[in-house]
C-alpha cells in the first residue's frame, strides 16, 4: 500500500515536473515578448500626445495611440514596401530589417535592439499611414487679405468680372439655372468699390476669422499627394523616441539613423545619400510647415486629425504680416 502510494505520487511528481517544466517554457516566452516590446512601451510613456475632448472636457484623448493598432496588420502594411537603392528592389520584412548591416553600425553605435526597434518601427508607420489628414483651403478672411495684398502693390484694377447664375424657366414650367458674366469697368465705380473693400479690413480680419480653416477634404495620410509629410512626420516621431530614450541631442549617428530607417520604410528611392544635411532638409520642412496634430468629432466621438499646412495661406498671410508691421 505504502509503495503504491509512492509510486502514485511519484507519478504525479515526474506528470507536474512535466507540466511545470512547459508551464516555465510559456513564461519565458511570454516574458521574452514582453521585452521585445520595451521600446513600444517607452514610446506610450513618455511621447504620448494627450488632447482635450471638444464636448467632454474632463475627457482626454491620445492621439498617437499605437497599441490600439493591431500588430500582424501593421506588420502586413510594411511587407507590402518595396525597397529601392537602383541595385535591388527587395520587400521589406523583419528580418530583412533586423538583418541590415547598415542599419547594425547605427544601433550598436546607440546600443539599440534591431528587433524591438522594428516593432516600435512598424507601429508607427501604421499609424502616420492611417491618420486622418483635414486639407485647408483658402478662407474667406484668406481671399480678403490675398487682394488687400494685391491692391496694396499698386495692382491697376482695369475691370471687375461678376459671375453669377441666374434662374430661368424651361418649356416644361422646370426652374434651371444659367451662367451669367457681366464686366464693371467704370473706373470710377471700380475706385468705390475698391475703397469700399478695403474699409471691410476691421469686419473681416478678426482674430476670430484667422483662427477658423475651411477644410477642403478629409482624407487618410497615406492617400495625400505630398509625402515628404509623411516622411516628416515619421521621422519627428523617430526623433522624440531617441531623443527621450537616449536622452541628450541628436547627434549625427541618431540623424543618420532616423533617415536610415526612413530608406529602409522605402521612404527613398534611388539610395539617397543618409548624411545630416538631408536630415536638416527634411526638419527644416517639418519647421517651415509644422503638422499641428488636433481632434475633430463626429456623432459625439473624437478621432485624431492633422491639419496640413496650405503654402498659399502662408504665404498670404505672412505678406500681410508684413505690410501691417511696416506700416
Known amino acids: 500500500m505504502v509503495s503504491e502510494i509512492s509510486f502514485t ?6 506528470q507536474w515536473t512535466g507540466i511545470l517544466d512547459k508551464f516555465v517554457s510559456l513564461q519565458s516566452l511570454i516574458l521574452k515578448d514582453n521585452t521585445m516590446n520595451e521600446y513600444v512601451d517607452f514610446y506610450m510613456q513618455r511621447c504620448l500626445q494627450v488632447a482635450t475632448s471638444i464636448d467632454d472636457k474632463s475627457k482626454h484623448i ?31 520584412s523583419e528580418e530583412v530589417f ?19 526597434l522594428w516593432r516600435l518601427s512598424v507601429l508607427l508607420y501604421a499609424m502616420i499611414m492611417g491618420c486622418n489628414v483635414a486639407e485647408l483651403s483658402i478662407s474667406v478672411a484668406d481671399q480678403y487679405l490675398d487682394l488687400f495684398n494685391h491692391l ?14 441666374l434662374p430661368t424657366e424651361t418649356k416644361k414650367g422646370k426652374s ?50 505630398n509625402k515628404r509629410i509623411l516622411n516628416y512626420y515619421f521621422a519627428q516621431e523617430l526623433k522624440a523616441f ?18 536610415y530607417i ?41 478621432f485624431p486629425l492633422i491639419l496640413l499646412p496650405n503654402p498659399e495661406i502662408e504665404k498670404i498671410r505672412s505678406k500681410y504680416r508684413r505690410f501691417i508691421e511696416e506700416m
Open 62 to 92: 491620445i492621439l498617437n495611440n499605437i497599441k490600439a493598432i493591431n500588430y500582424e496588420e501593421a506588420v502586413k502594411l510594411a511587407k507590402t514596401i518595396i525597397i529601392d537603392d537602383n541595385k535591388r528592389k527587395l520587400l521589406l
Open 9 to 14: 505520487a511519484l507519478f504525479f511528481i515526474i
Open 262 to 302: 526612413l530608406y529602409l520604410f522605402g521612404r527613398f528611392k534611388n539610395n539617397v545619400p543618409i548624411n545630416t544635411d538631408n536630415y536638416r532638409a527634411l526638419m527644416r520642412d517639418y519647421n517651415k510647415s509644422p503638422i499641428k496634430l488636433s481632434l475633430f468629432t463626429v456623432n459625439g466621438q473624437s
Open 242 to 259: 531617441l531623443s527621450k530614450y537616449k536622452g541628450g541631442k541628436m547627434s549625427s549617428n541618431r540623424k543618420k539613423l532616423v533617415l
Open 152 to 165: 496694396n502693390d499698386g495692382m491697376n484694377v482695369a475691370s471687375i468680372e461678376v459671375v453669377g447664375r
Open 98 to 116: 533586423v538583418n541590415d548591416s547598415t542599419l547594425a553600425q547605427y544601433l550598436e553605435r546607440e546600443e539599440l535592439d534591431a528587433l524591438k
Open 176 to 225: 434651371s439655372t444659367k451662367t451669367k458674366k457681366f464686366t464693371i469697368s467704370s473706373q470710377l465705380l471700380i475706385n468705390k468699390m475698391k475703397q469700399a473693400y478695403l474699409e471691410l479690413q476691421d469686419d473681416i480680419v478678426t482674430v476670430d476669422n484667422l483662427k477658423h480653416y475651411t477644410i477642403e477634404r478629409i482624407t487618410t495620410m497615406n492617400e495625400i499627394a
